[in-house]
């Protein structure tokens, strides 16, 4: 997802509280970034090795959505996939369209847990513009419902991906014992709009709402980076009382899907920790219980596409934000 839309909106320059959150992420994975260096070093399959130095900017909002219209087949609708993508949609379970889907829980430590996943926005949304376009309150002021999200080059899509990984992550949280619910399926043609989706984990009670993203900014950015909230009140925006919990959460997350993926925290936001903190975002501002929002990947950098497209490596980002919020979830 590139920096442009309801959630996406160049981020405003703040002062960076540098110092404690790298000292948190060394706390979290002592060594981490040792193993990813040696991965570089190495390579992975389909990646070239190395990291690149950032090349600046971001797409525009006009480049993201002609982007995501163009990877349709023919623009009939249906996602183009990439020839390294194998189109399994692991964890697949039925559900009603329109309302969140969940799947039931097996015995294990997290029984009783609540984790809403969000895979970020829809394959149809290029489809229905003028409902994804109108615009809803955010608390602090009104954006666009959702975006079409971003691609790769090739026109494997934002959407693909998230549903994908989300659906990954959904099973292995299961497996230890969590209940989970998305805020969408694949069961709806558009949306839900960026207010609803932080209501659905509201409405839920989650313990945990993690909002599954990929960006789409210059080739040479690479690596992911955690989005979280920032203490924002104004209008119907108060996310004081789950900063601290979301903090706690996002930085969970930073330092397992390092260790699991291999992948460096962000070359171009973060000043490297892997940690962004937004305040202009719907799905934050909104939301009342800990929540974060990961950008897993830069689908607009050679080297991060052939990672998102690699069946293995949505396995293992899949991996490391369950690890992070099993973490959370068991303190």
Known sequence: MSYVGPDFDPPQPRRFRRAPLTVALAALVPGALLGWLVYEAVGAPGDGGGSDKAAGGTTSASASKKSSASSS???????????????????????????????????????????????????????????????????????????????????????????????????????????????????RSWGPCVDERARIGNRAHADAVVSI????????????????????????????????SSRDLGERIAGNFVRVTGSAPSNYVGDGTGLVTREDLGGLNLSTVPKVFIECANMRDSKDAARVTSDAWRQKAARGISEGIVSFLRG
């Open 73 to 187: 087949a023919g623009g009939s609708g249906s996602p183009a996939a990439s020839a390294t993508d194998d189109g399994e949609k692991p964890g697949t379970s039925s559900s009603t369209p329109g309302s969140p889907t969940s799947g039931p829980a097996a015995s294990g430590p997290l029984k009783g847990k609540v984790v809403v996943i969000d895979p970020g926005h829809n394959s149809g949304n290029f489809q229905h513009t003028a409902d994804i376009n109108r615009k809803v309150n955010i608390g602090t002021n009104w954006k666009e419902c959702d975006t079409t999200g971003t691609s790769t080059n090739a026109g494997y899509t934002e959407a693909r991906f998230t549903l994908d990984v989300a659906r990954r992550l959904r099973t292995l949280l299961q497996e230890e014992g969590a209940t989970v619910k998305f805020t969408q399926d694949g069961d």
């Open 213 to 244: 993203h990929a960006d789409g900014s210059a080739t040479g950015n690479r690596g992911f980076h955690v989005i979280l909230p920032g203490a924002v009140h104004g209008g119907a925006a108060d996310t004081r009382p789950i900063v601290a």
